[in-house]
């Protein structure tokens, strides 16, 4: 289950800081495969399936789309083991678009 939460934070985190401060992400959809135990720590590779900062030039809500990759972290030289796959949308919301819209529900 851990390695289910650390994707969804490892996806946001990840958005996030390709986004910047001026963003909100907020996770919609996660799924996981897991496909055998983790007993060491755990590396998170993400792969984006949009472009995000081509995303950000329109000054618009979007929806980002991530595939992660887990992997146990090899010891001693041998190589990273996968354990997990996972999908994970975020929606991201520009800052100024919740300020215009808290302005407008404050004039009415």
Not at 6 to 22: H, L, R
Not at 34 to 55: D, K
Request: proline content about 5%; aromatic content about 10%; hydrophobic content about 35%.
């Amino acid at each position: 289950g851990a390695l289910l939460a650390n994707s969804e934070i490892a996806g946001g985190m990840y958005v996030f800081g390709v986004c910047g401060g001026d963003y909100t992400v907020v996770c919609k959809h996660l799924e996981y495969k897991f496909l055998r135990p983790c007993f060491g720590p755990a590396v998170y590779r993400m792969t984006p399936r949009e472009n995000i900062p081509a995303m950000m030039t329109a000054g618009t809500e979007f929806n980002i789309t991530l595939d992660l990759e887990v992997q146990q972290q090899g010891f001693r030289g041998a190589h990273d083991r996968r354990v997990g796959q996972c999908v994970a949308t975020f929606h991201v919301t520009p800052k100024a678009h919740h300020k215009a819209r808290w302005a407008r529900r404050s004039k009415n």
